[in-house]
């Protein structure tokens, strides 16, 4: 299967969920959907086409968190950034979890370190930050300041 | 010079406190142990308890986690122990110093008695350091 | 029926960390795994924020010592990819070199330690011994026995002078009838086949469930490796085999990184032949500005695939950048490798997905228990596999 047939596919699965599709190459596509698309899109991605998860990197920006999910299709060295956009006042999506096992520690981390809650989550417990800052400080968020009192 | 300090100087037995590091100095201290450098012949070893240890040699920057148990076994070490910061994270937090998590150089936490500089610091340093404070 | 939970000791047996996890035990058998993080977090990903591109290199270097060099690697495909450029041929020859060196200098130290799980210390002492000509040549070519700093955006800072290259030849074949003596160790050995076959078993599912990568991965006959699905550097240049094997156990995992290393040599050396062919001094492209954009760069550590993304905003400063390192992956697989081995097998077990807890965040195990009590820590987990050779060994009437 090569990138544009993989797009298609997509396309034709999530039709109207999809904000935008940004091809940088046929190894880099970026593809921005709508929050409550994730898991169509996941499994998608994951069962039908047999791609492989990478990981998920947050990041806060001016407009909310955005999540991009890095999925790789290996036979041909192509990966696809699924982005959502959650809202700053309640940043709230649906696990992977229930799907896919390996995307747990990386969810629990996000939850961590900026705040985003994981509808669905098996374990939604501390994974690095017992003992190294309390619950409810996310230091990855724009507004924190590390102070000694995080503890 | 009474007997402690005399049996001080042959045969010490190091003790080693991984903090968040990562782990170029843990290798090269295990290093020592290998047959280029072999520490064993001088009756130097690595013990799994503080509380058979003559030395402790810690590395890494230490993070707000760490930061007690560094204090936990530094109590538990029967004294007289020697305390040796390996590398630039042990010395002044290296590189690590202003993350979010870090808990103060080691200096800060233990009193040190030796530094031993290095991003990491070759095992021929490391004996020789240990080495120099032993003669001290 | 209550469970006793058995601490299991640091990887490197020498170090402090007391427990790494805690495997609830039914009488010999292992039933779960539990484990707690937190110990190695450094803050890496925010740190990078505060650093210019070209000090982010000496920030991810650092974040492992063993596989000191994949990180930079992948952080400059990364940063290649947003500004679109292409390094020069010898720049590209050189990347790989000093990836492959690193990937023979890992395997070689695994190979030790996973001796020294098993209780053969002799190959502990020896893989580290010839660990140490493989560092020299790091120290001759790049300053520094682990930490190189030889990767920049746009190229390398160093150049290996081609007046080197018969020196690094020599290393590599010493290196390689080394491995011989290594492989031909392990792979006869009718204790390590009693010790290591059937143990820890992943299968081709699993290795799908938990997103496994590297050799982990490829012992159980999937074959990812960044460096034939997403080439880069020298690597579409040479010609080279991914290794794979299919049982999915200890002894495959150790199988797979064994062969590797002779890919490895055979790698550098036709690098080495590229060298030559390639203009001396040719070993970067200028680049004055970073546009906005974002980066997926990967590239194949030692342990499985590194992946860093990076954003930028045409500033000097990364303004995200996301490190996620193959362990983070690998060591999920525990749950798997682990539950239904016995104690003894626990160590190997584990030691065999080649944990690397800087790259992850080190391990320990903290959860409260209603019933049961430490009843082994690390040292004497280790003792107990160590002791399993002896017993095997005595069995089939082997001389140690």
């Avoid at chain 3, 990836?99 to 893989?127: D, I, K, P, Q």
């Avoid at chain 3, 469930?209 to 050799?215: F, N, T």
Wanted: charged residues 25%; hydrophobic residues 40%.
């Amino acid at each position: 299967m090569n990138t544009t047939d993989i797009i298609q596919k997509i396309e034709d699965t999530l039709h109207t969920r999809i904000q935008e599709v940004e091809i940088k190459s046929t190894h880099r596509v970026s593809i921005w959907i709508d929050t409550e698309a994730l898991l169509k899109a996941a499994r998608v991605l994951l069962f039908e086409l047999e791609f492989r998860f990478i990981i998920a990197s947050a990041y806060q920006t001016k407009e909310g968190f955005e999540i991009l999910y890095h999925f790789s299709f290996d036979p041909i060295g192509l990966i696809i950034n699924v982005k959502v956009l959650l809202p700053e006042k309640k940043p709230e999506i649906e696990s992977l979890c229930p799907i896919l096992t390996a995307a747990n520690w990386i969810e629990r981390e996000m939850h961590e370190l900026y705040g985003i809650f994981f509808i669905n989550h098996p374990n939604l417990e501390k994974l690095i930050s017992d003992g190294n800052w309390a619950s409810g400080v996310y230091p990855y968020r724009r507004d924190h300041l590390t102070t000694e009192s995080d503890i | 010079m009474g007997i402690k300090s005399h049996s001080f100087k042959k045969s010490l037995w190091l003790f080693h406190f991984g903090g968040a590091s990562c782990n170029n100095c843990d290798i090269e201290i295990l290093d020592c142990l290998t047959p280029r450098y072999d520490v064993e012949r001088f009756g130097m070893k690595l013990v799994g308890s503080i509380r058979h240890a003559d030395v402790l040699l810690v590395n890494g920057s230490i993070n707000r986690k760490d930061k007690e148990r560094l204090l936990e076994v530094y109590h538990q070490a029967p004294k007289p122990v020697l305390v040796v910061a390996i590398g630039a994270c042990g010395c002044t937090g290296g590189i690590f110093a202003e993350g979010n998590t870090f808990a103060g150089p080691v200096d800060q936490i233990i009193p040190v008695d030796a530094y031993i500089p290095g991003c990491p610091p070759k095992p021929e340093a490391i004996i020789a350091g240990i080495v120099k404070l032993v003669n001290k | 029926m209550s469970k006793t939970i058995i601490p299991i000791g640091p990887y490197h047996p020498l170090q402090e960390e007391p427990e790494l996890f805690k495997l609830y035990c039914e009488g010999e058998i292992v039933k779960d795994v539990q484990w707690v993080t937190g110990y190695n977090h450094r803050g890496i990903e925010k740190l990078s924020e505060s650093k210019t591109f070209d000090q982010v290199f000496f920030l991810v270097e650092r974040i492992c010592g063993i596989c000191s060099t994949s990180h930079p690697f992948a952080f400059a495909n990364a940063m290649e990819e947003i500004i679109s450029i292409e390094i020069p041929d010898r720049a590209k020859y050189i990347r790989s070199i000093i990836g492959e060196l690193e990937r023979l200098h890992s395997h070689l130290l695994w190979v030790g330690l996973a001796g020294h799980f098993l209780g053969y210390n002799t190959v502990f002492m020896w893989a580290w011994k010839y660990r140490e000509p493989v560092l020299d040549l790091f120290e001759m070519i790049t300053g520094n026995r682990n930490s190189y700093a030889m990767f920049k955006i746009g190229g390398v800072r160093r150049d290996i002078e081609n007046a080197k290259i018969p020196a690094i030849r020599k290393v590599l074949d010493m290196v390689r009838k080394k491995t011989d003596l290594l492989t031909g160790a392990v792979m006869d050995d009718p204790v390590i086949h009693a010790r290591t076959k059937g143990v820890g078993i992943l299968t081709k599912e699993d290795i799908r469930e938990y997103g496994a990568l590297g050799p982990t991965a490829r012992a159980s006959g999937v074959a990812i490796d960044v460096r034939k699905d997403d080439p880069y550097a020298a690597y579409p240049l040479v010609k080279w085999k991914v290794i794979t094997a299919t049982e999915g156990d200890v002894f495959a995992k150790a199988e797979v990184r064994l062969l590797e290393m002779y890919e490895s040599i055979s790698i550098i050396q036709q690098c080495l032949d590229g060298l030559l062919r390639a203009k001396e001094g040719e070993i970067e492209i200028q680049v004055r500005e970073i546009p906005m954009g974002i980066g997926n760069g990967h590239a194949e550590a030692p342990r499985g695939e590194v992946f860093h993304f990076v954003k930028t905003d045409g500033s000097q400063y990364p303004v995200r950048h996301k490190i996620r390192a193959p362990s983070y992956m690998n060591i999920a697989t525990f749950k798997k490798s682990c539950v239904g081995q016995t104690i003894s097998d626990a160590t190997i077990a584990l030691a065999a997905v080649d944990p690397c807890y800087c790259c992850t965040e080190r391990m320990a195990y903290a959860y409260d228990y209603k019933s049961g009590e430490k009843i082994l820590d690390g040292n004497e987990l280790l003792r107990l596999g160590q002791q399993k050779t002896d017993a095997m060994r005595k069995q089939l009437k082997r001389k140690p």
